[in-house]
């Protein structure tokens, strides 16, 4: 396949709102460029993009999935991410390797909760973007409405390119407003016509509009427009195109994907408006191990540099997917892999066309393709020549919001189950499994309830097994609020060697998240130096199930400060058990407590919803700790919340706020537990160790 020229590339990603359309939209940019000789629908399960097994099932997309195609010598390459907060990484993972997006928005609902997301993160990663009202051939469709809703809602300057011919189920064609001409669709061909008589003046009066706002970015096609002069529309395109990759104007296109009307102009809308590769005049990385700043150009003949963004399991191995920055690379070259240290050789390219793939022979700056059987490389790690290292930016991805425990029916499953969650972790970047060393459960946790059980259904459905989920165990913890002193005595007589130690131990409280400290202050050999290890092992090894509620006891200090040894009897263990006996002795009389994980959340709301959201704080035994107002009728809320009153909290949160609510938790610091709360945790310990 012959090198495509640089600047005819485009990379973009479709993002918005899940059911707002991309899907369809992707399928109709396929058939429209003819890259396909039929659309596929959701319905049907039968789309390119959408090609997953739970991603049929359900009817929506889960992963990003490329959708690469030519016309008129351009190559473009869509990648279709997924609408639904619980998969906000795979959208993440795909926006931070194109150079452009399409947010589309649904001509019925408008502005959606990921709506403003997508529009957030293109805001965060500086893409120029384009706009695509879609379904408007649907019952309560409006365009207007939604063009109105857009532009107070991004207070951005939104420039309409179109004007529907008609609306919902008489919607037949749109106007392209600044070459005043009408297109309708022909089987997969658009047809030009003359705009309808009464729209001319709505017409003309919107094309007298978008030149005003085209012209206000060029200080001499101004003076030509207040001069009343002709401005050549070659002139405006390329005034509106450098408007919209410095983000001063979002071109807005319109139409129906699923009946063809509108995509025509959306695809000359991507070839004369989005940027190539070449948009970035250079990118920036640093040097393996942060040791300076390291720069490449976007071209072919710089030293080769890219960066994965992407795994997918394969019945070939799992598929490496990157996005080629600088240079270039064949079958057979080898790459460094400065994150893993590693030298690895590429067997194979792939340019994948969703779920389908086809040889290629070289990939050139400005590609996003795939390969296979890689060992060393994982998502998010920088590929690129071995003798000009460079280590590119990666992605920040947001902190688990939801968890749940993982309850095997069969222990035999229980290696299968791990083995797939522990894979899948590996693909998706927001996706975590592992086990809580202080519970010892094994816990998932993701963006949402959604996301969790997708995974598991793709675990149960590869691996043959069955599992589900429950409520995990709040990792609390143990600790005093006083001085107190016991005595540890083991002394035990079965005839022939007997068994003797005996400590006297004082516990002192520390300052919250001090750790634990052993004293050792024995004087005049009461206790043998070769027994002192072993006394402070006992202790240790109690700690880490407490005498209180079996949780890890922290943040106190143990004193050894009297004891005695028998020549015979006394050993190692037995000043062991001696040490156990004694801490938990003197734990119960330091006036014990159980203490809480607490996290820090912060929590972005309409206006509208903020004191519905604050009262279930306070409910949750939250405590506010600031409010912030980042933009006209939005609150972002502060609190400090018990990780206990945080389970299932993003299905409250979203439920109460329309979907438009998010928030973000992370680990603050521990807390004395409530005592009528630890009361109940205790009673509950007490009773399944009677029980067990």
């Not at 963004?309 to 690379?329: D, H, P, Q, W």
């Not at 519905?612 to 919340?641: C, E, F, T, W, Y």
Request: glycine share 8%.
């Amino acid at each position: 396949m012959a090198q495509i020229p640089i600047e005819k590339i485009r990379n973009i990603a479709l993002t918005g709102h899940g059911g707002c359309g991309k899907t369809i939209l992707a399928e109709a940019l396929l058939y429209a460029a003819g890259a396909t000789t039929r659309m596929g629908k959701i319905e049907d399960g039968n789309t390119v993009s959408d090609y997953h097994s739970e991603e049929i099932k359900r009817g929506f997309s889960i992963f990003t999935s490329l959708i690469p195609f030519s016309t008129e010598e351009h190559q473009i390459t869509v990648l279709d991410t997924p609408g639904y907060q619980d998969f906000v990484g795979e959208m993440l993972a795909g926006l931070s390797v194109v150079d452009s997006t399409i947010i589309v928005v649904n001509g019925q609902a408008g502005v959606e909760t990921q709506t403003e997301k997508a529009w957030a993160v293109c805001e965060d990663f500086k893409l120029p973007k384009l706009i695509f009202i879609s379904q408007l051939e649907k019952e309560g469709a409006d365009y207007f409405r939604v063009l109105d809703e857009l532009r107070k809602r991004f207070k951005s300057s939104i420039a309409p390119f179109v004007i529907p011919i008609g609306e919902q189920q008489n919607f037949s064609g749109v106007v392209d407003i600044l070459t005043g001409k009408a297109f309708y669709v022909e089987g997969k061909n658009a047809r030009e016509d003359k705009v309808p008589a009464d729209m001319a003046d709505r017409v003309e009066e919107m094309r007298m509009n978008l030149i005003e706002a085209i012209v206000e970015n060029d200080d001499e096609l101004m003076e030509m427009f207040l001069a009343d002069e002709e401005i050549p529309e070659e002139r405006l395109i390329a005034t509106m195109r450098s408007a919209t990759l410095s983000g001063a104007l979002v071109p807005c296109f319109a139409g129906a994907a699923e009946k063809l009307i509108g995509v025509h102009p959306l695809l000359a809308g991507i070839r004369e408006l989005l940027p190539s590769p070449i948009h970035k005049e250079k990118i920036v990385g640093t040097k393996p191990g942060g040791a300076g700043e390291e720069v490449r150009r976007s071209d072919s003949g710089e030293p080769f540099s890219a960066r994965v963004f992407k795994i997918e399991e394969s019945a070939m191995g799992n598929l490496t997917f990157f996005r080629v920055y600088s240079g270039c690379l064949k079958p057979g070259d080898q790459f460094s892999n400065p994150q893993s240290r590693s030298m690895e050789k590429v067997s194979t390219l792939l340019r994948m066309i969703g779920k389908n793939r086809e040889d290629v022979n070289d990939a050139f700056a400005g590609d996003i393709l795939a390969t296979v059987k890689l060992k060393e490389t994982r998502r998010g790690d920088t590929i690129c020549d071995k003798d000009h290292p460079i280590v590119l930016p990666g992605v920040e991805y947001p902190h688990p919001l939801a968890f749940e425990a993982i309850e095997v029916e069969s222990k035999s499953d229980l290696e299968k189950v791990s083995a797939g969650l522990n894979n899948y972790s590996q693909v998706d970047p927001t996706l975590f499994f592992e086990q809580d060393p202080e519970t010892r459960e094994l816990v998932l946790k993701g963006m949402g309830e959604l996301q969790l059980d997708v995974y598991r259904s793709l675990v149960c459905e590869k691996y043959k097994v069955s599992f589900g989920f429950r409520e995990p165990k709040i990792p609390y913890r143990e600790t005093i609020r006083a001085v107190a002193s016991a005595q540890g005595k083991h002394k035990k007589q079965t005839g022939g060697r007997g068994q003797y130690g005996d400590v006297w131990l004082e516990l002192t409280p520390k300052e919250r998240g001090e750790g634990f400290e052993f004293n050792n202050a024995i004087v005049g050999g009461v206790v043998p130096g070769k027994f002192i290890p072993a006394v402070e092992k006992g202790v240790v090894e109690t700690m880490m199930t407490g005498p209180l509620a079996g949780c890890q006891v922290v943040d106190l200090q143990v004193k050894l400060y009297d004891g005695s040894y028998h020549n015979v009897d006394s050993s190692e263990m037995a000043f062991k058990t001696a040490a156990s006996i004694g801490f938990k002795s003197a734990f119960e009389n330091a006036r014990p407590v159980l203490l809480e994980p607490v996290f820090a959340v912060q929590i972005t709301v309409p206006e509208a919803f903020m004191g519905d959201v604050m009262g279930d704080i306070n409910s949750r035994r939250g405590r506010l700790q600031g409010m912030d107002s980042p933009a006209p009728g939005v609150q972002v809320i502060k609190a400090h919340v018990p990780l206990a009153e945080l389970y299932k909290y993003v299905n409250t949160l979203r439920s109460m706020t329309q979907g438009r609510g998010n928030f973000e938790m992370v680990f603050s610091h521990y807390e004395e537990v409530p005592e009528e709360i630890a009361s109940k945790i205790i009673e509950a310990y007490r009773k399944e160790r009677e029980e067990g």
